[in-house]
Nanobody, 122 residues
Framework: QVQVAESGGGLVQPGGSLRLSCAASGLTFGDYAMAWFRQATGKERERVAR???????TYADAVKDRFTISQGNAKNTLILQMNSLQPEDTAMYYCAGCDIDVCSVVPDVNYWGHGTQVTVSS
C-alpha cells in the first residue's frame, strides 16, 4: 500500500522561507516522477515543481528561481525548498507521484498526500 505524507508547512512572513518534506512508502522514487502541487482557496490545483527519474527538475514560471525541488537524503523523501515567499504562494501544498514522466496535471497523478498548509502573511 502506497502512503505519501507531507510536512513542514506553516505561517511565514513575506520574504521568508519554508522547507516542505514528503515521505513516501510503498513506492520507489526511481520508478515515478515526483511533484509538488498547490491549491489556493477558490483556485484549481496546479503543479509547482516536478523531478523526473533522471533527477531533472521542472518549475512553474511563478516559482522559478525561488523554489527548489530535490530528493532528500533519506530514501524516498522529496524536498521543496521555498524562498522569497509571497502572499500569492499561500495554498495547500501536495506531494504527488506519477507513473508517467510528465506529471503536469491532476489526472497524471497516481498518488497524493493529504497536503500541508502554507500561509504567507504579515
Amino acid at each position: 500500500q502506497v502512503q505519501v505524507a507531507e510536512s513542514g508547512g506553516g505561517l511565514v512572513q513575506p520574504g521568508g522561507s519554508l522547507r516542505l518534506s514528503c515521505a513516501a512508502s510503498g513506492l520507489t522514487f526511481g520508478d515515478y516522477a515526483m511533484a509538488w502541487f498547490r491549491q489556493a482557496t477558490g483556485k484549481e490545483r496546479e503543479r509547482v515543481a516536478r523531478i523526473n527519474w533522471d533527477g531533472n527538475p521542472t518549475y512553474a514560471d511563478a516559482v522559478k528561481d525561488r523554489f527548489t525541488i530535490s530528493q532528500g537524503n533519506a530514501k524516498n523523501t522529496l524536498i521543496l525548498q521555498m524562498n522569497s515567499l509571497q502572499p500569492e504562494d499561500t495554498a495547500m501544498y501536495y506531494c504527488a507521484g506519477c507513473d508517467i514522466d510528465v506529471c503536469s496535471v491532476v489526472p497524471d497523478v497516481n498518488y497524493w498526500g493529504h497536503g500541508t498548509q502554507v500561509t504567507v502573511s504579515s
